[in-house]
Nanobody, 122 residues
């Protein structure tokens, strides 16, 4: 079993920045891909970004490209999401997820954190 714990959410004004962190209890073959997803009230969960522990590969949703950056610290089993130029439409609960497949679908991820709220005021 793998536990994921997110932190770093909060309230920020439009144009501001936040950095989310995700700490994984351990890394296994089934957690080679780490993703960030978000879900706004009344909307479906959507992919935000992903990275792979063993390579520099990253991927982003079009809506966050150029504003968000995903990174990882293999020694700490941690993944980060730096969010800049935040917009009110970025308001959502952000979830960290781990899986074995390079995928934009949440169904491909086996482990999820509890989520952290990000609220961007206009």
């Amino acid at each position: 079993q793998v536990q994921l714990v997110e932190s770093g959410g909060g309230l920020v004004q439009a144009g501001g920045s936040l950095r989310l962190s995700c700490a994984a209890s351990r890394r296994t073959g089934s957690t080679s891909v780490m993703g960030w997803f978000r879900q706004a009230p009344g909307k479906e969960r959507e992919f935000v970004a992903l990275t792979i522990w063993s390579s520099a590969n990253t991927a982003y949703a079009d809506s966050v490209k150029g504003r968000f950056a995903i990174s990882r610290d293999n020694a700490k089993n941690a993944v980060y999401l730096q969010m800049n130029s935040l917009k009110p439409e970025d308001t959502a609960v952000y979830y960290c997820a781990a899986g074995r497949t390079h995928s934009f679908s949440g169904r491909s991820y086996d482990y999820w954190g509890q989520g952290t709220q990000v609220t961007v005021s206009s």
